[in-house]
């Protein structure tokens, strides 16, 4: 595996964060451990505090919550060296909760965590998810920076679906591997309805800062839908389907909220 460094952004923790990282900081004497302080809030002004000084000809992004593979970083850069793709995504898969309980087939739905998995082959596709991507150099110099209006701090999500639109706009390829895999940790505060419904309707406030769908001809039909299609699945007793429309109502409402003016608020 090429060398690495690895850069830690302390964006405002208020634990034992910082102790924890300055202690491994000072064990690390080869100086591949990297601490750096953020005050503005948002996870893309930390991401864009660790890009301006990252010196790697590969750029990984990888979230505080997943437990990463010994071989993962070793499969970007394998990835990234067989194969055409500027950008890469990993698979992400269910991990545990904090007491070491695993995830249950039946309830992937409802534990509101990002999961990728498209296969067994390297594959295009279209779009990131930042828990687990990686980008070479040429593409941070072409498109620049992560939108700070974007993702958890700011308007809540989609700092990467934009990133990805700027990386395919640029002309560059995205790729999937199935090699570099992280575990996304299982949090109960997550669970359910509340949080999915809270989780969506940020996800449209974001979308509102960065897309241009037509209110009259996209958002208010898609609306208008889905709200038939929930009273519909809840008379039909498919509780899966009500949970996944549910969201869908909700991230039409936060786009209009936001295209008002009203979806203001951070998320974290």
Same mark, same amino acid.
């Given at each position: 595996?090429?060398?690495?460094?690895?850069? @830690?952004?302390?964006?405002?923790?208020?634990?034992?964060?910082?102790?924890?990282?300055?202690?491994?900081?000072?064990?690390?004497?080869?100086?591949?451990? &990297?601490?750096?302080?953020?005050?503005?809030? $948002?996870? /893309?002004?930390?991401?864009?505090?660790?890009?301006?000084?990252?010196?790697?000809?590969?750029?990984?992004?990888?979230?505080?919550?997943?437990?990463?593979?010994?071989?993962?970083?070793?499969?970007?850069?394998?990835?990234?060296?067989?194969?055409?793709?500027?950008?890469?995504?990993?698979?992400?898969?269910?991990?545990?909760?904090?007491?070491?309980?695993?995830?249950?087939?039946?309830?992937?739905?409802?534990?509101?965590?990002?999961? &990728?998995?498209?296969?067994?082959?390297?594959?295009?596709?279209? #779009?990131?998810?930042?828990?687990?991507?990686?980008?070479?150099?040429?593409?941070?110099?072409?498109? $620049?920076?992560?939108?700070?209006?974007?993702?958890?701090?700011?308007? #809540?999500?989609?700092?990467?679906?934009?990133?990805?639109?700027?990386?395919?706009?640029?002309?560059?390829?995205?790729?999937?591997?199935?090699?570099?895999?992280?575990?996304?940790?299982?949090?109960?505060?997550?669970?359910?309805?509340?949080?999915?419904?809270?989780?969506?309707?940020?996800?449209?406030? /974001?979308? /509102? &800062?960065?897309?241009?769908?037509? @209110?009259?001809?996209?958002?208010?039909?898609?609306?208008?839908?889905?709200?038939?299609?929930? $009273?519909?699945?809840?008379?039909?007793?498919?509780?899966?389907?009500?949970?996944?429309?549910?969201?869908? @109502?909700?991230?039409?409402? $936060?786009?209009?909220?936001?295209?008002?003016?009203?979806?203001?608020?951070?998320?974290?």
């Amino acid at each position: 595996m090429p060398e690495t460094e690895i850069i @830690v952004v302390d964006n405002g923790s208020t634990d034992e964060t910082r102790d924890w990282l300055d202690a491994h900081r000072e064990q690390n004497s080869s100086g591949r451990l &990297i601490v750096l302080d953020e005050p503005r809030p $948002g996870k /893309s002004n930390a991401l864009n505090r660790a890009l301006s000084v990252a010196r790697g000809e590969i750029l990984m992004v990888l979230d505080d919550d997943v437990v990463i593979d010994s071989n993962c970083l070793a499969k970007h850069a394998e990835a990234h060296a067989q194969n055409q793709f500027a950008a890469i995504q990993g698979r992400i898969l269910p991990g545990r909760d904090r007491v070491g309980n695993p995830a249950e087939a039946n309830r992937l739905w409802e534990y509101n965590i990002p999961l &990728i998995d498209y296969g067994d082959e390297i594959v295009a596709i279209r #779009g990131l998810t930042g828990t687990n991507m990686s980008f070479k150099r040429a593409v941070f110099e072409r498109i $620049g920076f992560f939108d700070p209006r974007l993702g958890p701090g700011a308007a #809540g999500f989609s700092e990467d679906t934009e990133y990805s639109i700027r990386i395919r706009q640029a002309g560059f390829k995205i790729g999937y591997t199935p090699h570099a895999i992280v575990y996304h940790e299982l949090n109960p505060s997550r669970y359910g309805h509340g949080y999915n419904r809270a989780v969506e309707y940020r996800k449209g406030v /974001s979308r /509102s &800062i960065y897309r241009r769908d037509s @209110v009259l001809t996209k958002v208010l039909p898609d609306l208008l839908a889905n709200c038939i299609r929930y $009273g519909v699945y809840r008379l039909l007793g498919w509780h899966d389907k009500v949970y996944k429309t549910e969201g869908r @109502v909700l991230k039409s409402w $936060g786009y209009l909220a936001g295209k008002l003016g009203r979806g203001a608020g951070r998320m974290v």
